[in-house]
């Protein structure tokens, strides 16, 4: 089974710098997909960012790049020119690329980090 | 708009009492989740469908029912042999099972008095 891990409960950074969110996985699949959610206090989750497995190039949305070490199983999320709007609970999350199996639809959730923006 | 709907925002319940969770999308999406969220966790699947008249448990699935009987429509009943149902309840669907990419509802906050 495959397993996601975000080591840092909780982080802050002082509005117009940058952040950097872990997140480390174990899987034995070649083929996946990584995502980032932000969860507002609205609690309403919404996509940051994604990324497959088989592509070299880190994701990039607008402010929002991803550093993906497939070797390391690293998935770590920065956000530059933090905005009070960013303050969130950020949830990296995995999915199988093999739809064959019943299951492999899931999306496996880490523990999230509470991110807070200093003004 | 097109989107994912939950209702009710807050629910209530009764010991021994079953409730329904309403979820509807108009994005035309082939498949639908229902995942559940303690404190200090991540989202857990409770069940999901990928075709009308079609759905398959997740991970903890027990104390939980669910239909789809319509492509817009993924409803979720917490019976009364889930012991402990207090949690936020999201639902999300994708396009395919192929499209891996899920979109999530506003959620519902199930309490149990």
């Known amino acids: 089974a495959q397993t996601v891990t975000q080591s840092q409960p909780e982080m802050s950074v002082q509005e117009a710098e940058t952040v950097t969110l872990s997140c480390t996985y174990d899987t034995s699949e070649s083929d996946y997909y990584l995502f980032w959610y932000k969860q507002p206090p609205s609690r309403q989750m919404i996509l940051v960012i994604r990324?497959?497995?088989?592509?070299?190039q880190n994701a990039t949305e607008n402010r929002f790049s991803v550093n993906f070490q497939k070797a390391a199983k690293s998935f770590s999320l920065k956000i530059s020119d933090s905005q009070l709007g960013d303050a969130a609970m950020y949830f990296c999350?995995?999915?199988?690329?093999?739809?064959?199996?019943?299951?492999?639809?899931?999306?496996?959730f880490g523990t999230g980090t509470r991110l807070t923006i200093i003004p | 708009d097109g989107g994912i709907t939950q209702s009710p925002k807050y629910l209530f319940r009764k010991e021994g009492q079953n409730v329904t969770l309403s979820c509807e999308q108009n994005l035309n999406h082939d498949a639908m989740y229902w995942y559940r969220q303690d404190p200090g966790q991540g989202l857990r699947l409770i069940y999901y469908s990928q075709i009308v008249n079609d759905f398959q448990k997740g991970d903890i699935a027990e104390g939980y029912s669910v239909s789809r009987e319509k492509k817009e429509s993924f409803p979720l009943t917490v019976t009364s042999a889930q012991k402990n149902p207090t949690a936020f309840y999201l639902c999300?669907?994708?396009?395919?099972?192929?499209?891996?990419?899920?979109?999530f509802g506003p959620g519902t906050r199930l309490l149990v008095l």
């Open positions: 999350a995995y999915r199988s690329a093999l739809i064959s199996n019943f299951g492999n639809e899931k999306l496996t």
């Open positions: 990324q497959e497995a088989y592509k070299q």
């Open positions: 999300a669907s994708s396009l395919a099972v192929v499209q891996e990419t899920q979109y």
